[in-house]
């Protein structure tokens, strides 16, 4: 009798140097682990390659998937049947969700079909949006509030030069009066790139605050110091070291300015996918709370 399957990970950008990598080590490490990867061409050379790395590793559970982190449909539509694929049992519960896909520009460019910064709607909306359109798919694990499933959000030296009002004080290329293709400086794309990846671990830390503390209030037998002090503390990864959240990005420290910002990126998704036919979406009742 063939073994079960034990849970579901997800790599976004999984054909990238980075996410291929990743994908193969969960693959070495994990034989009975389901293995979603995305990538936007799934025919390209490098999906071809790792797809032929994943096979000389043995017989796995593999499935690429074509998503477009810049589009907030893709997006969705992805994760709302993978959603239903869990909860059909067809595939099992997600386990790692692992948001590595990213994207840099150091020029002007066209503002996605959404009405948003490429850069911005690819690194930070994108894998916020993806994150909580998958909650149930998370909960369907363990019966925790997170069903026992990890987040893991790629960071990068570039958020130190970032900032969390970056893209509210440089308007895109049609806001502007730019043409698209505008020469940026090697300085400038690197602190627009880095204040993505900011914006994306802040509004993260946010979310997931924010959601302990909702189910401590809505199940009072929850041990708040428990909760709060034991689920709320993100860890931060540099090479060996293990780190707060809050000791690498201070801003983390500042709760108000946290629960702005994530009220901020919340009205940004929902404005996004209103009008998309889903409207008993995840994020449809969460921004009606």
Not at 33 to 44: E, F
Not at 107 to 132: H, K, S, W
Not at 201 to 225: H, I, N, Q
Not at 252 to 279: A, F, H
Request: with cysteine; glycine share 8%; proline share 5%.
């Amino acid at each position: 009798m063939a073994t079960a399957l034990v849970g579901t990970a997800i790599v976004t950008g999984a054909n990238g140097s980075l996410g291929s990598e990743i994908a193969i080590a969960i693959a070495k490490a994990q034989p009975f682990v389901h293995l979603m990867l995305l990538a936007r061409d799934i025919r390209s050379d490098s999906v071809k390659d790792l797809t032929s790395r994943l096979r000389l590793i043995g017989p796995r559970s593999v499935e690429v998937l074509r998503v477009d982190l810049a589009s907030f449909n893709s997006v969705v539509s992805f994760a709302e049947n993978t959603v239903e694929r869990v909860q059909s049992k067809e595939i099992p519960p997600v386990t790692v969700l692992i948001n590595s896909a990213a994207t840099s520009s150091y020029m002007t460019d066209q503002t996605t079909r959404d009405g948003y910064d490429p850069v911005y709607q690819t690194n930070c909306i994108a894998p916020f949006l993806l994150t909580e359109t998958l909650l149930e798919a998370f909960r369907a694990g363990d019966g925790t509030p997170n069903g026992g499933a990890r987040v893991i959000n790629i960071g990068c030296s570039s958020m130190s030069k970032g900032s969390l009002d970056y893209f509210e004080k440089h308007p895109t290329a049609s806001d502007a009066n730019q043409p698209p293709g505008t020469p940026m400086s090697a300085k400038d794309g690197a602190i627009r790139y880095g204040s993505s990846k900011l914006i994306m671990s802040a509004a993260m830390y946010a979310l997931r605050r924010s959601l302990v503390l909702f189910e401590w209030y809505t199940k009072p037998g929850l041990d708040s110091r428990d909760t709060v002090e034991n689920w709320g503390r993100e860890r931060y990864y540099i090479l060996n070291g293990e780190y707060e959240a809050g000791s690498v990005i201070p801003v983390l420290r500042d709760s108000p300015q946290m629960d702005e910002l994530l009220k901020k990126v919340m009205r940004q998704v929902e404005i996004g996918v209103k009008g998309m036919g889903s409207p008993q979406s995840r994020i449809s009742r969460l921004t009606a709370r």
